[in-house]
């Protein structure tokens, strides 16, 4: 069965060009190492370093804190989610953007959720959370609705999980960010301002942690924001934040889904 990105939307460059998408997937393709590479780091330096640390000198992060009271993660930056706040299960990723209004255009950012099994890829189309399909199959992970041009501040797009409802099969939750009709509306993430990932803890409403997506991603039509991954029993978030240019079919294609 295939992926259904049109539904319910009034239009979608996903649906035909095939020649462009071509050329954003081929270009995509160099990028896959950073993909791939970073979510090996996150099992690997996951495992060995059993913190948030990212330095390689042992020295202490400075602590730091986000408006919204959470840690203030780096690039690459790893943070135990479940070790350091007991009780955690149900999470709220909160993404967030604002866009300049480049001659009247409009711009319509989306979330995505990958669940992925041991291979870094979805056991099926519908492991994809998103626009279209807004719950998981093991019901822990839920869409909660499509912002379509991101104003305001505060988060744009949020996405609900339960920790303890994910099915076991399932090692890393991916969070993406696309824009819609990127190609066809010649869009990037350098026309994109404020954005960032970051989670919270919903039965308590403090932030946990927060991930400024403040690169410069003018090459880039997507951005891999961050993953939530098993670690052991535990689970912990990776500040990933790599520029990819795939749009949403392409990512899809490189997890697996057809
Ligand atoms: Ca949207
Ligand atoms: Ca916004």
Request: hydrophobic share 35%.
């Amino acid at each position: 069965m295939g992926i259904e990105f049109n539904s319910g939307r009034p239009s979608n460059v996903l649906g035909g060009q095939g020649g462009i998408q071509q050329g954003g997937i081929q270009q995509g393709g160099i990028q896959q190492g950073g993909i791939q590479q970073g979510g090996i780091q996150g099992g690997i330096q996951g495992g060995i370093q059993g913190g948030p640390a990212n330095n390689p000198f042992g020295a202490a992060p400075v602590p730091q804190a986000s408006p919204g009271g959470g840690l203030v993660l780096t690039k690459g930056q790893k943070l135990d989610l479940t070790k350091s706040n007991a009780g955690l299960d149900f999470l709220k990723v909160g993404l967030g953007w604002d866009t300049n209004h480049l001659q009247g255009q409009s711009y319509d950012l989306d979330a995505e959720v990958f669940l992925l099994g041991q291979t870094n890829t979805v056991p099926t189309s519908s492991h994809i959370v998103f626009y279209n399909n807004l719950v998981s199959p093991d019901g822990s992970t839920r869409y909660k609705g499509d912002n379509r041009d991101g104003q305001g501040s505060g988060d744009d797009e949020t996405v609900e999980i339960q920790l303890s409802r994910v099915s076991l099969d399932i090692q890393k939750i991916v969070f993406t960010v696309t824009i819609d009709e990127a190609i066809r509306k010649n869009q990037n993430f350098g026309q994109v301002s404020n954005a960032y990932i970051r989670i919270v803890n919903q039965a308590n409403g403090a932030e946990i942690c927060r991930f400024d997506l403040s690169e410069d991603y003018s090459t880039s039509i997507s951005i891999l924001a961050g993953e939530v991954y098993r670690h052991g029993n535990e689970w912990k978030f990776n500040a990933v934040g790599t520029g990819l240019t795939l749009d949403l079919a392409g990512i899809c294609a490189h997890y697996g889904a057809m």
